[in-house]
């Protein structure tokens, strides 16, 4: 099976590796020709625009950082849309609005091209491990069609009806884990400043209700300090942001997830933003600790 694959950030470049180690044929693009280096000696072919992507390939994936991002690899100068018709189908598993979606979407139909929007959940270890959860909407068809290469970059697929779902269901995803690595890292804070060993708090709630893969993954490494980019701080404060805006659209009222908003966004002001979203446990710690002096 022949694909093309745009965008070889963080996520991209490890699903792009699943697919050639998995004996597809991969064309890749990226605004940043070096990301691609890795790729060409495991037998990437590289394309200098993403209308020669789609004009090669009769399937093109792309993993982009942002809705702004998704819009201009589609209507762009050398976009999609030059060379996107029948026959040719276009699947986006970038995290983007509903609204963004749905304006690709309408595009490459008017053009006889097929798409889908698949996000997924997962940041970088499950995606070089394939192990991403994928969220797909839109043409059932093509769902179906690319179904080998879903398997192949993650372990579940889910297909969740019309074009929007997919959008609105991941930005649901990531507000709910943005939300609870706010109150993890207040916890952190809080029990270090009691007098207690985080690393025992660590232990407790991996034995409880609420324990999770994040916290057992992040914690260790938060305690530290340490924030290796697996998922970006800037694209989760982006996500919270989106979601924040479809809680508008519903009349949701999230008081939780705007609070967490706040404290990415005041993380992105300290110079956080290419750290890991973890990084958001930082804005806690660099609150004076009150006197304790009577």
């Known amino acids: 099976m022949e694909v093309g694959f745009l965008g070889l950030g963080i996520m991209g470049k490890a699903m792009s590796m699943n697919l050639l180690r998995h004996g597809f044929k991969v ?25 020669e992507v789609v004009r090669k390939c009769k399937y093109t994936f792309a993993m982009l950082s942002d809705p702004s991002a998704a819009l201009s690899v589609v209507f762009g100068k050398d ?32 053009k006889g091209g097929y798409f889908l929007e698949a996000p997924v959940s997962g940041s970088k270890k499950p995606a070089e491990d394939g192990q991403l959860v994928i969220l797909a909407a839109g043409e059932k068809a093509l769902y179906e069609e690319v179904i080998p290469a879903f398997n192949v970059m993650g372990k579940k697929s889910f297909y969740l ?36 060993d985080p690393s025992v708090l660590l232990d407790v709630l991996d034995l409880g209700g609420i324990a999770n893969p994040m916290f057992r993954l992040k914690g260790p490494t938060m305690i530290q ?37 706040e404290a ?8 956080l933003g290419d750290l890991d979203f973890s990084a958001v446990y930082e804005t806690v710690k660099a609150l ?6 009577s």
């Open 264 to 271: 990415f966004k005041k993380a992105r002001s300290m110079g």
């Open 79 to 110: 976009g999609i849309l030059e060379q996107i018709c029948g026959g040719k189908s276009y699947v986006d598993m970038s995290t983007v609005d509903a609204d963004t979606s749905s304006k690709i979407n309408e595009a490459i139909k008017e």
């Open 27 to 51: 064309t890749v693009w990226n605004r940043t020709l070096s990301k691609s280096h890795e790729l060409v000696e495991h037998g990437a072919s590289v394309a200098e625009t993403p209308a």
């Open 225 to 261: 300090g340490s924030h290796s980019p697996a998922f970006p701080l800037k694209h989760q404060q982006k996500d919270m942001r989106l979601a924040l805006a479809l809680g508008d659209e519903t009349a949701t009222s999230m008081p939780v997830a705007a609070a967490a908003n």
């Open 161 to 196: 009806g019309q074009v929007g779902n997919g959008a609105k269901m991941k930005l649901v995803v990531n507000m709910i884990m943005g939300s609870m690595m706010n109150a993890f890292s207040e916890g952190l804070v809080l029990a270090g400043r009691s007098g207690l």
């Open 288 to 293: 004076e600790e009150p006197s304790r002096n």
